[in-house]
């Protein structure tokens, strides 16, 4: 045996190993079991890849979701993943890091572990990443006490003082939109530019407007109460308003050809996502679907579950399409072999009795 021999029936020997799922779902967050939830329920083979690293894993509670109001993100995935497998789906913990497009139509999902698994559709909801303005201490209390959702947080320091932080388009509209939930809502100017408009709204609701930079917060009993300015003023509150920026967690769609593309408010790019028809996830590439926050950074879990659930069914559309259409060319194929076999016979027949 040669090399080149010795290296093809490796190779071979590898590609049975690989094993194969009608849908890889990539990402087991809300929006990700929904969907595996769904397609194991459509007796589809499901696999899911989970690295294991939420959006909201810092957050104690969710809320707004029926039913559930109050739980905790943690409780609510493994809830999520003993349903899956419940029904026979497979949850596999590590981190997709590039898919390829198979001559089959199927994909190739490639993990950073080396390892590989074949998909006959994807469904990815991987996610987004918040960064955070860089201000010493923020990061540490995020989803605690610094927040940027009022419908997930505001109920939680309604009336309470709360400060939005100006470094970017979004921060009037956000201290219009907490002020409602709290009248001691005030407004940080640090490094973001306030017109005499946004000065004007301000005033007409009541909102406070302090000038000076952000440089850091005051933390006692492991709770907010204040944050410092750079000359050396403490501006009470009990929760700081910030705007990250969402970026799509775009690794595996990126290497099938999907970037993200950039979310713009007055010129400013606040984020990027993956864009998808918004009533199935379906992205530019067949066989490919998309939700959650990858597609839709404002989406909350109950949503984000929603989605899962709606690409799942048109995927599953999708499946029995094209099951369909096998079907029916194999019919025909075989209703024509027998057509000629009959067609045969009866001119092999004729020879005989001619």
């Known amino acids: 045996m040669d090399n080149a021999e010795g290296m093809d029936n490796a190779e071979d020997m590898d590609n049975a190993r690989e094993e194969s799922f009608d849908v890889v779902v990539v990402g ?18 499901v696999l899911v890849i989970d690295s294991g690293s939420p959006r909201n894993a810092p957050a104690a509670h969710m809320h707004g979701y029926l039913g559930l109001d109050g739980e ?3 409780a609510l995935l493994a809830k999520g993943r003993a349903e899956v497998e419940g ?10 890091v590039a898919a390829d497009r198979l001559p089959d139509g199927g994909f190739l999902v490639r993990c950073g572990d080396g390892s590989t698994v074949r998909a006959g ?16 201490g923020l990061g540490a209390r995020w989803g605690r006490d610094v927040l940027h959702c009022p419908y997930c947080h505001g109920w939680e320091v309604r009336d309470r003082p709360v400060a939005v932080l100006a470094d970017g388009p979004l921060a009037v509209h956000q201290a219009q939109m907490w002020r409602h939930w709290s009248e001691r809502t005030s407004l940080l100017a640090h490094t973001w530019p306030l017109g005499e408009e946004d000065r004007e709204l301000a005033a007409a609701l009541g909102i406070r407007v302090i000038e000076g930079e952000v440089t850091g917060l005051v933390v006692e009993d492991d709770r907010l109460t204040a944050v410092t300015l ?3 003023e403490a501006v009470e509150c009990r929760a700081l308003v910030v705007a990250p920026r969402f970026t799509a967690r775009s690794g595996v769609l990126s290497s099938l050809g999907l970037p993200a593309t950039g979310m713009t408010r007055d010129g400013h790019v606040i984020g990027r996502s993956v864009e998808s028809d918004p009533a199935t996830g379906a992205t530019a590439l067949r066989g490919v679907w998309v939700a959650g926050n990858v597609t839709a950074p404002l989406e909350k879990v109950a949503g984000a579950a929603a989605q899962g659930a709606q690409a799942a069914a048109a995927i599953n559309a999708d499946l029995i399409e094209a099951e369909t259409r096998r079907a029916l060319e194999a019919h025909r194929a075989g209703a024509a072999a027998g057509a000629a076999a009959v067609s045969a016979a009866v001119s092999a027949a004729a020879t005989v009795s001619g």
Do not use: Q
């Open 87 to 96: 029904y026979g789906g497979r949850i596999r913990p590590g981190t997709a």
């Open 230 to 232: 750079a000359g050396g």
């Open 72 to 74: 905790s993100p943690a």
């Open 28 to 45: 087991g967050g809300a929006a990700g079991l929904a969907g595996a939830l769904t397609l194991v329920r459509a007796r589809r083979s």
């Open 121 to 136: 559709r994807l469904l990815v909801a991987t996610g987004l990443v918040d960064e955070l303005p860089a201000v010493p």
